[in-house]
């Protein structure tokens, strides 16, 4: 399994390294986490517990993450152990004009690494894919989109996230 998401809620913190499960079952400690739509407590409580177990973080779609806050996202990227990954349909407005100004700001921002789809079932899929794709080589050329889609998320598999580096637009 290439993992699942992780819900950034304190009932992470209670299930010890045993049972969570890293991107690629890997041994290295990355986790694709989520935040919650109503957070329950800091977030910054749950990322630091989580780094002090010694994990690095991707959040997976953070524009779609109402009660994250930008600016804490920058600092927590700059630490250099959370890396982001935009949601493909929010390139094309597929979540909406309020996500899409999102999106925009976080990759302003510099703060985005990797771009992938959290659709779960494959209608339209297809369409929904290539038209993303486009967008982003459009918008960031062949360079832009080889390292959301495949560069980084490499390097995230081999373990390598010392290579993992954010897009500048």
């Known amino acids: 399994s290439l993992g699942s998401e992780v819900a950034l809620e304190a009932s992470a913190l209670e299930l010890g390294r045993e049972n969570l499960v890293t991107i690629g079952g890997s041994e290295d400690g990355v986790l694709l986490v989520e935040f919650p739509w109503s957070p329950l407590i800091p977030p910054e409580e749950i990322v630091f517990g989580l780094q002090s177990m010694g994990y690095s973080l991707v959040i997976a779609h953070p524009e779609r993450s109402h009660g994250l806050d930008l600016e804490q996202l920058e600092g927590w990227v700059q630490s250099g152990t959370v890396f982001t990954q935009l949601e493909l349909g929010s390139f094309i407005g597929l979540y909406g004009p309020t996500i899409g100004r999102r999106a925009e700001l976080i990759l302003e921002r510099q703060l985005v690494h990797m771009a992938a789809t959290d659709l779960h079932g494959t209608g339209n899929l297809s369409d929904t894919l290539d ?11 062949p360079a832009g989109r080889r390292l959301l889609l495949e560069d980084n998320p ?11 580096e954010a897009l500048k637009p």
């Open 131 to 141: 038209q993303a794709i486009a967008t982003i080589e459009e918008r960031y050329g």
């Open 154 to 164: 490499r390097a995230l598999l081999a373990g390598e996230i010392e290579h993992i």
